[in-house]
């Protein structure tokens, strides 16, 4: 099993920055991809960026290439979003998740590739 716990949210205004984070522990090794997702409300969830953290490929939506940058510090188990130019439409509940596969390209932000969820964190951009 994995553990996920998300951190770093909160409000901000548009143009703003966060950074968010997710600790993970237990059996991470198993883990070969992590994504962070996101789901406003009445919406489904949707992926926002990945990284096979074997070599460090990422993945984008195209909502959010360029503003968003997402990264790992492998040696702590740590995943990164680090979020610039916020508009009131990236506000959500965004939440992290890794995968036991090897997952490239545009399979990185499909939920069901996801074996472990964080609780999630809120984000609110204010215009």
């Known amino acids: 099993q994995v553990q996920l716990v998300e951190s770093g949210g909160g409000s901000v205004q548009a143009g703003g920055s966060l950074r968010l984070s997710c600790a993970a522990s237990?059996?991470?090794?198993?883990?070969?991809?992590m994504a962070w997702f996101r789901q406003a409300p009445g919406k489904q969830r949707v992926g926002v960026a990945g990284?096979?953290?074997?070599?460090?490929?990422?993945y984008y939506a195209d909502s959010v290439k360029g503003r968003f940058t997402i990264s790992t510090d492998n040696a702590n188990n740590i995943l990164y979003l680090q979020m610039n130019s916020l508009k009131p439409e990236d506000t959500a509940m965004y939440s992290c998740?890794?995968?036991?596969?090897?997952?490239?390209?545009?399979?990185?932000?499909?939920?069901?590739?996801?074996?472990?969820w964080g609780r999630g964190i809120q984000v609110t951009v204010s215009s």
């Open positions: 237990g059996n991470t090794y198993s883990t070969k991809s």
């Open positions: 998740a890794a995968s036991r596969f090897n997952l490239v390209s545009a399979t990185t932000l499909t939920p069901s590739n996801y074996h472990y």
């Open positions: 990284i096979y953290t074997r070599d460090g490929r990422t």
